[in-house]
């Protein structure tokens, strides 16, 4: 592993003192792990080193905390200062003695790892896992010096391998609360002036929306109120006073988009500006003043990502940039959505060289999914550390069963250190050890489909969902191909467990594919049970906990699956029947559309729609963009014509609950029947439903139903469904109108 974490500082030379450190012999140590500073760092570091030579060797070396101890040879001395910076370390052996010295906070950790890495033969690949290459005896250290700095100082991602606190410290990883004061590090404003506190108050400090000041969990600030500033720094002042240890803070919009406040002094100052961050830094950049001492974290994250073109953020003011927008197909530099970031990018690092950099490497709603972005990461990471970028937060698939979460956490904590690191080394290497015999089918693997997706032109983004791809890189040939490597990989480690279950655990994305592309083709492949139960059975031994941000549960999916999507026992008697819209004026918004019928679903769910999308029998998964048909602000009013007289006692329809893209339950729905004889005028109540208030952010499919106790005869089921209009205001889209979904009519 030469090529390990070594940043642009490595520097190798020999000097005529310098010579091999022999630090045990035998089996016996020769010398003590000498600690010169009584910091948590210094003392964590020589913990690991004894640990693992002592996993190495047998010998268990000695720590010493005596400061005034003389070195002899043999010793390693640990807590020495160096020029290293944040994070990093200088390793130097010298007369015999070894010295990992620390340029800053956890620099002699990492000093450690390095050391273990490269000179001791211990690799560290994933959670609980690593590998030592050679038991030995005796352990004797090269010549050497080398000071290594990390390329940016704070390093942050999301993986579940960081559950292991030495896998944590082995690569160098932070997280938010070892920083920021009080873990406020992003969408804080709620958290320092919460609206349910303050806003009956002082709706004042709250945005106006449409007319109208609106306080709410993720409306923003009227930044332009100086009273806002003051409040603000009321509270500040109690939470530095509760948190003396740290001194950098997050003050930063709520998650949602354009819910900035529009009052006439707030629009100035961004028209001033040419951007609406304007407000946002003139403010930070206030509190940055009254407190000189502190650091101030804000975000530039959609409605402010644009730089402003006037106020420069003061150097201990931080910003927060986001590239959430963007495609993932290719590098930033390479497409339409990249090329804009890059500009907004540019634009702030000519006034700021304090950035944070916030990328995604994510698929939200379907984390167990292929998501083949590893030719991007590297000259992304690259474009980041040239443009300021000093910190960074790499938001991955990377909990357990998506897409190599192992392999990605393991590149992304190479390219943390060193953006131009050899990254084809650096895969190479874990697939041999993290697989074995199967990498090579692996690697195959991923090079197959990474070609397949640049070739298909089709995006890869962050909502996205497998079916997008089924005539792309998941088309039917591909994953034939695919599930051959894979079985040849099983094939090939099928004597060992550790690598059977890497083998296994890297397949679920593509067999979750697989089962979410089969639920809609008309044709349910015969061996659909199998496959839903050895998913089920995998992620059930592999501890996979979800399968979207949302906290779906694999074995939620698996349960949802067998109800939703395998042929129904009973079908329903509304399958192939037509949808007549109507003219009924329903409750309208501000932000909704204009569509005719009134009653008719928004423009861009039109044409799904009248294919029959809600009479077909295929049901929506959790990512609205296939089979859901939505409603923006306003009612639904339409017949279903049954084509005949037909007897039924239930009427259901299925709706999507998913807060995270604006879509809610409706208040409820009424139903009404007519028989082919009555015609579409005489109408009876059949039923209705109605639904409360629901805040959890899972996903879920929720049916409204009425049913009677004898079965009635009728051809036309008028239905009314009762939109929310306006989002609430605990919801991100506060002062927006808000979607309801159904993917289908059953009629029973
Ligand atoms: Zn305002």
Redesign the pocket.
Known sequence: MKNFLTFVLAVTFCLPLMAEVTVVKNGKPLGRIVCLTDDDATRNAAELLRRFVSEVSGASIPISYNHNISPKKGDVLIGETCNAGEDGFRLLTRDGILHIMNGGDKGAIYGVARLLEDYIGVHYLASNYYQIDEHRKTVTLPEFDRVVTPAFRYRQTQSYSLEDPVFKMWFGWEVPQEIFIGNLWVHTFNKILPSRRFGNEHPEYY??LNGERMPGDHSQW????PDVFEACCRQLDSIFAANPELDMISVSQNDGNDTY???????KIYDEEGAISGAYIRFVNKLAERYPDKQFSTLAYLFTYQPPKKVKPLPNVNIMLCDIDCKREATLTDNESGQSFVEAMKGWAEISDNIFVWDYGINFDNQVSPFPNFHIMQPNIQLFKENNTTMHFSQNNAIRGTDFAEMRTYMLANLMWNPYCNLDSVKSVFLKRFYGAAAPYIKEYQDLMEGALIASHKQLWIYDSPITHKDGFLCPQLVKLYDQLFDKALQAVRNDSALTAHVRMSRLPLMYSKLEIARTSPNTPVDIKEQLARFEQWTDMYNVQYINERANTPADYCALYRRRYLPSEVPSKALGAKIIYLDVPGLKVKGAYDVSPLGAPDKGYQKIAYEGALTDGLYGGTTFVESWVGWLGRDADFIVDLGRDTVFSRVEIDFLHQLGAWIMLPKGGTFQVATEADGMSKWKDFGSFSFAEDREMQVKFVAGKAEVQTPRIARYIKVHIDGLGFCPDWHYGVGYAGWFFLDEINVY
């Open positions: 945005a106006l009227c930044l332009s109120n406040c529009h009052c006439d002094k707030c629009m």
